[in-house]
């Protein structure tokens, strides 16, 4: 891969965070295996208006296509046009956003024909490249005149030099320019207008903080006391140095304050800090002469106002310093744990004062936090930076006709779990300084239609995991109610498939999420038709079920319905270039009904493996007498409100009925099934429950089994038995899928001999066996079942779809 880093290069020259950013950030990327990567580099004064023109202009003009990807970090380099273009924001110009003076006015006041042609023009534009050329033409022939017009009227700041670059930087940085963002702090990312207003930050700017290039350590500078108060930047107003000085005046510190850096304001803080004895004034120190000022002071203060990240901050953290900065810092607070590796006052100087006191008195306080320093910035380093511009991670769009949240029936658990999973990949963080773009994970956004009364919106269920939850439209519920009078079932799915237009909100959904995706998903078939109006890819079917053969058996007689099922089922499995089952059976049985040339692979339904204890024989027994159980064993059925599970349900009268020493006991949806008949005594409908409910029934139960019969897909509640240590009982249908093996991890056996086998299962003299039975499930659901392991393997394959060959 050839990758050019394209960047301004400053007039006059000077070398600041910027391009210490792009020099080690270009040798790490030519140390990635496969890249080729040099640094384009363009002259751009910004002086007066013109010149800043002229730089957007030049950058504008600027082919590159002889690079396979191009990544920009700051105005103006960004209007490079490039079909692989990623952003990794430093700043904008901030005179003109962020720290626009508040007294100046933002509108232009001027009438003359070459001004307002202009203005028209940028007010049009709208993000359209296309509107460049007519742009930089109205500048021209504004320019010709220009000696004529009021000299204000190209002041920089100005108004007419900001309404020009925020026009610029919208084409530059609009959606249709940029594939990723990304930014070196949340702090930037948050910032208004930095981003086009149709990208979320929170959502879709990945936050890199990049290193520091390594300083040579030498003698320290001579006026360098050992054991310092230390900061060093650009001694300009922003910095707040002055503050630094005040705060240690109030304090009366005894131990010296040495201050490195030059720029506008050394003359003013020299006086500041008059004759005081124990602050200096270091000037501009050589980078081994910093370096030895991080390791011989005793903690670094550094509190600039709204700084966009602060190497400062990272650089004292590396050399193993506790830092001290104040809340509104900006950047700097991303990398301070107040309490754990530095403090973060109060933005005053009477709390910088006292912040400072502290930790000089506090040598305990200074020695933990200076312990924590380095190793909570450890994995900021060249090579995961590179990597994460080399091998982004994969966004991923999963489209879905239900909600996942919360999780309660088999589906939503399996596509919770599984993509929880699969976004969390390597540990993400979860502090406010966390890597957001850290990890080998991967950004999952899920666009699931919902029933009409569900509240819209977006929620982040995990790290890395975001569900937009679109409710039908009235006119799509109706639709719904009248398609389920025919069919005489529920059938929100066919709805979906049936009517997507009927919803415009899902629709609009889909085509944002099909424009920030690099793979498309389509769980079940149902949503296919709806990406198909807005996609033109190709779209991995993952399949929950062969849903022709699961609603055959809901809808016998609707033949129309089905004929439209498995028209749309097996357009959406022959186009796929992946298809996923739950188990080989469902495999085998995909590829025989569509004629799949590439048959489907299994990413089997799973079990969080890890999260179930496993009480002890005293613990199970004392849960057991809570729940007034006594001696009574309890065979546990765990199932939802879904055809194949209330056959089960049915099924496991006349077994109860058989076994009147046994207590059943049926969990989930299922127990709302319509017309059921009064249950047999020792048959307990219990209904849904918590997670943790269903925890403690678990632990408490003597066996759990699993009458199933009939539908498709696999069963969750087998590899959930299994993780919670319970002997288990199945039919072999029931315990399709592969992971646990008949004999060696369960017992199986058909419905007509359920009542046997469970008075063999249950007896006294087949007690070790069981519990040996019961052990193996156990290991087994943990090395093969976890959901972990199953992400994995999903991601692998979703790579090869992604980044193939």
């Known amino acids: 891969m050839k990758i050019a880093l394209i960047a301004p290069s400053p007039v006059p020259f000077a070398i600041g965070g910027a391009e210490n950013l792009w020099t080690g950030w270009l040798a790490a990327l030519n140390a990635e295996p496969g890249v080729q990567a040099d640094l384009i580099k363009l002259p751009s004064p910004e002086r007066d208006f013109w010149e800043i023109a002229a730089s957007y202009r030049r950058f504008a003009e600027l082919d590159l296509t002889h690079f396979d990807r191009v990544i920009s970090t700051k105005y103006p380099a960004w209007m490079v046009a490039h079909p692989d273009h990623h952003l990794f924001l430093q700043h904008k110009l901030r ?292 990597r994460a511009f080399v091998h982004p991670q994969p966004r991923i769009l999963v489209v879905n006709t239900f909600s996942i949240h919360p999780p309660r029936n088999g589906g939503q658990l399996r596509m919770f779990q599984l993509y929880r999973q699969l976004a969390a990949g390597a540990d993400r963080g979860a502090g406010r300084g966390a890597d957001r773009g850290a990890g080998r994970g991967a950004d999952l956004r899920l666009v699931n239609l919902c029933h009409a009364n569900a509240l819209p919106g977006q929620r982040a269920l995990a790290p890395g995991l975001v569900e937009h939850v679109i409710p039908m439209s009235p006119a799509h519920a109706r639709a719904e109610r009248a398609l389920q009078g025919q069919l005489g079932a529920s059938c929100g799915d066919i709805a979906a498939l049936l009517h997507p237009e009927l919803t415009p909100a899902w629709l609009a959904a889909i085509a944002d999420g099909c424009a920030w995706a690099d793979c498309v998903i389509a769980c079940h078939p149902y949503a296919y038709p709806a990406i198909r109006r807005l996609w033109d890819g190709p779209v991995v079917y993952e399949s929950l079920n062969v849903e022709l053969d699961l609603k055959r058996a809901i809808y016998p007689e609707a033949a129309a319905v089905l004929e439209q099922i498995e028209r749309i089922e097996g357009d959406c499995a022959r186009q796929a270039p992946l298809v996923t089952c739950c188990s080989e059976q469902d495999a085998s049985r995909m590829a025989q009904l569509y004629g799949l040339a590439t048959p489907p692979i299994v990413v089997p339904n799973g079990v969080d493996a890890g999260s179930y204890a496993s009480p002890s024989h005293q613990a199970s027994q004392a849960l057991r007498q809570r729940l007034g159980l006594g001696d009574t064993q309890v065979a546990l059925f765990v199932g939802s409100l879904h055809g194949p599970n209330i056959a089960a349900l049915r099924a496991l009268y006349p077994i109860a009925k058989d076994l009147p020493d046994l207590l059943f006991v049926v969990l989930g949806s299922v127990c709302e099934a319509a017309d059921l008949a009064p249950p047999p005594a020792n048959l307990c409908l219990i209904g849904r429950v918590s997670d943790q409910e269903l925890r403690v029934w678990l632990a408490a139960a003597s066996v759990g089994i699993n009458p199933v019969e009939t539908g498709s897909g696999t069963n969750l509640k087998l590899l959930e038995y299994a993780a919670a240590g319970l002997p288990i009982l199945s039919t072999a249908f029931g315990a399709r899928g592969g992971i646990l093996q008949a004999g060696e991890h369960f017992v199986q056996a058909p419905l007509a001999e359920f009542s046997a086998a469970l008075r063999e299962l249950l007896s006294p003299t087949a007690a070790v066996e069981r519990a040996r039975r019961a052990e193996r499930a156990r290991a087994r659901a943990r090395e093969r079942g976890d959901w972990r392991r199953i992400a994995a393997d999903y991601g692998l394959a979703l790579s090869g779809v992604i980044n193939p060959g």
């Not at 320019?177 to 207003?197: C, E, G, K, L, N």
């Not at 350590?217 to 050992?226: K, N, T, V």
């Not at 005053?348 to 190793?375: F, H, I, Q, V």
């Open 95 to 386: 005179g003109l956003y962020d720290t626009w003076p508040a007294r100046l006015d933002t509108r232009v006041h001027c009438d003359h024909p070459s001004v307002t042609r202009l203005l028209r023009l940028l007010a049009s534009a709208r993000g359209r490249r296309a509107a460049l050329a007519d742009m930089f033409a109205a500048l021209d022939d504004l320019r010709a005149v220009a000696p004529a017009l009021p000299p204000a009227l190209f002041h920089l700041p100005g108004a007419l030099i900001r309404t020009l670059v925020h026009e610029l930087d919208a084409i530059g940085l609009s959606k249709t320019a940029i594939r990723r963002y990304a930014a070196i702090s949340a702090t930037v990312a948050a910032r208004a207008d930095y981003f086009p207003p149709e990208v979320d930050p929170s959502r879709d700017v990945a936050i890199h903080h990049h290193p520091s290039l390594p300083r040579p350590l030498a003698e320290p500078h001579p006026d360098m006391p050992p054991g310092a108060i230390f900061t060093a930047s650009r001694l300009d107003a922003p910095k707040r140095i002055d503050w630094i000085i005040r705060a240690y005046l109030k304090a009366g510190l005894e131990r010296p304050l040495a201050i490195a850096g030059d720029g506008p304001q050394r003359q003013a803080l020299f006086q500041l800090a008059g004759q005081h004895p124990g602050i200096r004034l270091l000037g501009r120190l050589t980078d081994a002469q910093l370096a030895a000022a991080y390791r011989d002071c005793a903690y670094v203060v550094f509190v600039p106002d709204r700084e966009d990240y602060g190497l400062i901050t990272l650089e004292a953290l590396q050399a193993g310093k506790p830092v001290i900065t104040l809340s509104d810092s900006g950047g700097t607070t991303e990398l301070i744990r107040d309490g754990h590796n530095g403090l973060i006052a109060a933005p005053n100087e009477k709390s910088l004062a006292t912040a400072m006191s502290r930790l000089g008195a506090d040598s305990s306080l200074r020695e933990r936090l200076a312990a924590a320093a380095a190793p909570s910035v450890a994995h900021i380093s060249w090579p995961g930076l590179a």
